[in-house]
Structures are given as C-alpha cells and as structure tokens.
Nanobody, 121 residues
C-alpha cells in the first residue's frame, strides 16, 4: 500500500510560480511511476506531467516549457515546479503513483487527496 500526501498549493498571481510536493510512504517508491493530474471545476481530471521510475518525463502540451516534474528517490518525494502560471492552471492538483503488480496482473494506482492551486489574473 502506498499513501501520498501533497503540499505546496495556494494562491498566486498570473505569471508567478509554485512548487508542489508529493511525499510517498512505503518502500517501493523507486519502482513507482509518478504523475501529477489536475481537475478544474466542471472538467475532467487530466494528466499534467509524469515521470517514470527511470526518470523519463512526459508533459501535457498545455504545460510544456512551464512545468517541470522531478523526483527524489532518497526522500520518496516527487515535485512539480510550475512557472509562468496562468488562470487556466487553476485546479485541484492530484499526485498519482502507479506500478504493475505481477501478483494481481494489473496496474495499481494510488492517489493523494489533492492540493488546490488558484491563479488570479
């Protein structure tokens, strides 16, 4: 079982920056793929950025060049550095961890409770 706790959300003006953190419990962090998702009011949850256990990254087109995902395996933590924030980035941001379970023969997903990011114009 993996538990995820996000932090770092808040209110920021357009053009500002925030850094989100997601701390994971458990001893399997290094094998987990990690991701940040967001859900704005009235919209579906969408993938913002992801990082594999090996450090490869992927970003939504809307955040490329502005957001950076990184991980520190020694601290069991994944980060999302968000720069040049815009009002359309306003959402609840959720941390996701996942791995393939050979026992259950399926992907296992774990979610944090989310942290609110509000960008004012």
């Amino acid at each position: 079982q993996v538990q995820l706790v996000e932090s770092g959300g808040g209110l920021v003006q357009a053009g500002g920056s925030l850094r989100l953190s997601c701390a994971a419990s458990g001893s399997i962090f290094s094998i987990l793929a990690m991701g940040w998702y967001r859900q704005a009011p009235g919209k579906q949850r969408e993938l913002v950025a992801a990082i594999t256990s090996g450090g490869s990254t992927n970003y939504a087109d809307s955040v490329k060049g502005r957001f950076t995902i990184s991980r520190d395996n020694a601290k069991n933590t994944v980060y999302l550095q968000m720069n040049s924030l815009q009002p359309e980035d306003t959402a609840v941001y959720y941390c996701n961890a996942n791995h393939y379970s050979t026992l259950r023969m399926r992907r296992m997903d774990y979610w944090g409770k989310g942290t609110l990011v509000t960008v004012s114009s």
